[in-house]
């Protein structure tokens, strides 16, 4: 297993395994705490996985936590989804940029995404499954939510979406996030 790091988002690093094909199909390790521990992150940190199940065009995001925030591990494990991380820390090198992904069951790579980023992808194969990996116990009070179509991000999302939550659809833009965050921050 290799590690990367992502340049467009200071903290993010990409894990791509070695997997060992043959005509059974394939074996490959998804995870490694020594590789992740080699690139300064704390396996022993993350204490929650889940799994979801998306069909083509379904979109989901863009999501942060407000808090503490929350790092995670994401990796499609079958099919393959668009992947996108927008860094909003704002003492980050890198503060608003944008990095994409196409991230695949072939490949089983995985995006590690720092806490303070938002997250969201969109399910580009018929079926796809996303498979998170999180350092903090899932508390609703803290989800933020930013809309995908966000002029000023501009996300250029593959395909038209099919489905999104209420939440998603509904989701306040960018710029409303952050003075909402201001705003609790001097309160």
Excluded at 21 to 39: I, K, L, N, P, Q
Excluded at 107 to 131: I, K, M, N
Excluded at 152 to 179: F, G
Aim: hydrophobic fraction near 35%.
């Amino acid at each position: 297993m290799k590690a990367t790091e992502v340049p467009q988002i200071a903290g993010a690093f990409l894990f791509e395994p070695t997997p060992y094909a043959d005509e059974r199909g394939f074996f490959c390790r998804t995870f490694d705490a020594d590789v992740v521990r080699s690139v300064g992150l704390d396996p022993a940190a993350f204490v929650q996985d889940s799994v979801s199940r998306s069909v083509q065009g379904v979109l989901r995001g863009l999501h942060l936590r407000s808090g503490a925030g929350e790092a995670k591990l994401v990796r499609c494990s079958y099919g393959r989804i668009f992947d996108v991380v927008v860094d909003l820390r704002p003492d980050s090198p890198t503060y608003r940029d944008r990095a994409f992904f196409e991230l695949s069951g072939e490949t089983q790579t995985t995006l590690y995404v720092p806490a303070g980023c938002a997250h969201g992808f969109q399910a580009l194969s018929e079926t796809a499954d996303t498979s998170y990996r999180i350092d903090r116990e899932h508390d609703p009070a803290e989800d933020v939510t930013i809309a995908f179509d966000d002029p000023e991000l501009a996300i250029p999302w593959p395909l038209p979406p099919a489905l999104m939550s209420r939440r998603d659809r509904e989701a306040p833009s960018l710029a409303e996030v952050l003075k909402q965050s201001r705003q609790q921050k001097e309160s």
